[in-house]
């Protein structure tokens, strides 16, 4: 074996997270020599700073997969609440056009709470709690 190692490519481990899936391992690529004559060493340098880096890395990979959790429990409240509104409550609407403007305002109210504090909104002709 040989000690005069040759760096031949850096990875940031930022880069490892973003393609990690829990219980599989990460793979590296390395330039394999096919000839049988010729091995191919290949060793993989890990320090502290690259352990709280990739520790960093997966923090934030797990915040932005966890906002995009919300955002889609909060994308299948509002196609609930349409869609309770329309089946289920839509002959009490006074007309066509409140039933829309009804719609359009459960499809705003979730659209807006992602920037703003969610506080229930008027629909008009029902009551919010009443649309699940």
Not at 42 to 67: G, N, P, Q, S, T
Not at 68 to 86: R, V
Request: charged residues 35%; hydrophobic residues 40%; aromatic residues 6%.
């Amino acid at each position: 074996m040989k000690e005069d190692w040759k760096l031949i490519a850096t990875i940031e481990p930022a880069d490892y997270a973003e393609r990690w899936v829990s219980g599989r391992p990460i793979e590296l690529n390395a330039d394999i020599v096919k000839d049988p004559k010729k091995r191919t060493d290949f060793r993989l340098e890990i320090d502290e700073d690259d352990v709280l880096a990739l520790f960093d890395a997966i923090v934030e990979r797990y915040r932005e997969i966890r906002k995009s959790q919300e955002e889609a429990e909060d994308l299948q409240e509002a196609l609930t609440k349409i869609d309770s509104l329309i089946c289920h409550h839509s002959e009490e609407a006074p007309s066509k056009d409140a039933l829309i403007q009804a719609v359009q305002v459960i499809a705003g109210h979730f659209s807006r709470s992602v920037v703003m504090p969610r506080e229930k909104p008027e629909v008009g002709w029902i009551k919010w709690n009443s649309i699940i």
